[in-house]
């Protein structure tokens, strides 16, 4: 294969990412034995590593070559399965795990139920996004050494979920005590960090863990990863046999594909046209609806995403909890969002979009469908790094984006994105309506009840164009199938490998 001069990268980037599915009981672990690990694995991302504080990384791409969690999803999307905790059972009062035995962290430390309570507590005083989903908690207890009993405030539907989530991977205590843990990355996965070797923002490497608790389900010895923002340069790395495997974006997967590489798309996130400012830019609710009228999410999807991805009604996708068929939200039509433009008195409205080098094509879209309807675009170019430090900030009235910790369900879409202190409510927009009906839908014991009340959330918040422009993203990825004999990609988690199902030639 010989390298090759590409277009010019017209595709949305990889944003932030996890799955969810429906809440589960008592599981237990049935994966398949594999043959022991070997070879090398590397892999490109356009991502790049900045530290080790779990509760602030973007995507899954560094923290899942170090960390674990209690459970983690299929690779489906549609289930969580075991990982460090072996089995669960949850009721409407009690959250009860059993946890894998035999298990350390790479500094040594007994991997147990101190250390799960010493990570919860961690949690817990976080004040990000990840405490949050220790709300419905009243009280952390172990029965034993491997058995840690959550106690609940009222029923969590999500928190099983949650727990799958990357800002609740289980990190060595001795490094919470000494408070180490940004820079000094101390799991239980199947391989350690060679700190000699890595770098942060250019190159991450890990090699086996010699006493991890289940190597026979580990396939690769060492994992390089290397950060690579542009698309261009990332493909040119794969075609030129530096690397086994890369995040490619949609206009670029034909081109891989025509050289002979293999490429996996799995659905993500739902993205959405987040309008933050709602105290001033968008503050008229005759201006949300033009603009969520004025956008066309096919386009979006066809041309930055070169088809990887589909257009959505509403924030959650059929099957899901949170979508009604009945909410059908706003489809691209001028002529409305022009009357709502007119009712809102034309008003003069001009704002800056954040852009990083893969959201070019839709940064150039989204500014010309909003100058139809009179409103001006400046796009802000900027680096994947510049970006996600400020994705979550109130530098910009309006963004493109998602978050793995709305996407569990109403309670917690609602508390995330429009709740006073939510973190995807950057301008602190306060809502006190919306507020009255989620602490309402939250109170119902019958799930009847407690349905419609989330029924009456998400209409208020589609009636009120609080949230519109959803689509499907989904992630691609080539690999070459002459190095990789078994890909692992995890639906919901458009960056990270299922690294210890990879499989090499």
């Not at 996890?18 to 594999?34: L, P």
């Not at 700190?195 to 396939?219: C, M, N, Q």
């Not at 046209?273 to 709602?278: A, C, I, S, T």
């Not at 917690?412 to 006073?420: A, E, N």
Request: proline letters at 5%; aromatic letters at 10%; one cysteine or more.
């Amino acid at each position: 294969m010989k390298p090759i001069k590409f277009l010019t990268q017209t595709a949305l980037g990889v944003l932030l990412i996890v799955g969810s599915v429906g809440s589960s009981q008592v599981m237990n672990s049935s994966e398949a034995s594999a043959a022991e690990s070997k070879g090398v694995l590397k892999f490109g991302a356009a991502l790049q590593s900045r530290h080790w504080n779990t509760f602030r990384q973007i995507g899954d791409t560094f923290p899942a070559l170090i960390f674990e969690n209690l459970v983690n999803y299929s690779p489906d999307g549609k289930s969580v399965i075991p990982r460090l905790a072996t089995s669960w059972t949850q009721t409407r009062d009690k959250l009860t795990f059993k946890l894998q035995k035999g298990a350390i962290f790479h500094d040594g430390t007994p991997f147990d139920s101190a250390a799960v309570l010493a990570n919860f507590a961690r949690m817990k005083k976080s004040r990000g996004q990840y405490s949050v989903m220790l709300l419905p908690v009243s009280k952390m207890s172990a029965s034993d050494d491997h058995t840690v009993v959550l106690d609940l405030k009222y029923p969590a539907p999500t928190l099983l979920r949650n727990l799958a989530m990357r800002g609740a991977v289980m990190v060595s205590p001795k490094t919470i005590e000494d408070k180490s843990f940004a820079k000094n990355p101390v799991g239980t996965a199947p391989w350690k960090l060679v700190k000699a070797e890595s770098k942060h923002g250019t190159k991450i490497v890990v090699e086996r863990f010699d006493k991890y608790y289940a190597p026979e389900k580990v396939g690769v010895s060492r994992i390089e990863v290397y950060s690579i923002p542009d698309p261009n340069t990332l493909l040119n790395a794969l075609v030129t046999g530096k690397l086994d495997a890369i995040n490619v974006n949609g206009q670029l997967a034909g081109v891989a594909k025509a050289q002979g590489f293999e490429i996996r798309t799995k659905p993500v996130l739902i993205q959405h046209m987040l309008m933050l400012d709602r105290k001033k830019v968008f503050a008229d609710e005759n201006v949300r609806k033009a603009v969520c009228h004025a956008i066309n999410t096919k386009v979006w999807v066809d041309v930055a995403l070169n088809g990887f991805g589909k257009p959505q009604k509403s924030r959650f996708g059929n099957n899901l909890p949170g979508h009604y068929s009945d909410i059908q939200g706003y489809g691209h039509d001028l002529k409305k969002a022009r009357a709502y433009m007119k009712a809102a008195g034309n008003p003069d409205i001009s704002f800056t979009f954040p852009a990083h080098s893969r959201m070019k094509a839709l940064a150039q879209l989204l500014k010309s469908q909003l100058a139809q309807i009179g409103i001006k675009v400046n796009v802000a170019a900027m680096t994947p790094r510049q970006y996600f430090s400020k994705y979550q900030s109130n530098a910009y009235p309006l963004q493109i984006n998602t978050s793995a910790s709305e996407n569990t369900g109403v309670y917690d879409y609602q508390k995330f994105r429009f709740g006073p202190k939510g973190t995807g409510n950057p301008f602190r927009v306060e809502i006190p309506e919306l507020d009255a009906m989620t602490a309402a839908a939250l109170k119902e014991t019958d799930p009847k009840k407690q349905d419609a009340g989330w029924h009456k959330v998400m209409k208020y918040i589609n009636d009120h164009a609080l949230d519109c422009g959803f689509f499907q993203m989904n992630s691609v990825w080539a690999y070459n199938p002459k190095r990789i004999a078994k890909f692992g990609t995890t639906v919901m988690k458009p960056t990270a490998l299922r690294y210890r199902d990879i499989r090499l030639k």
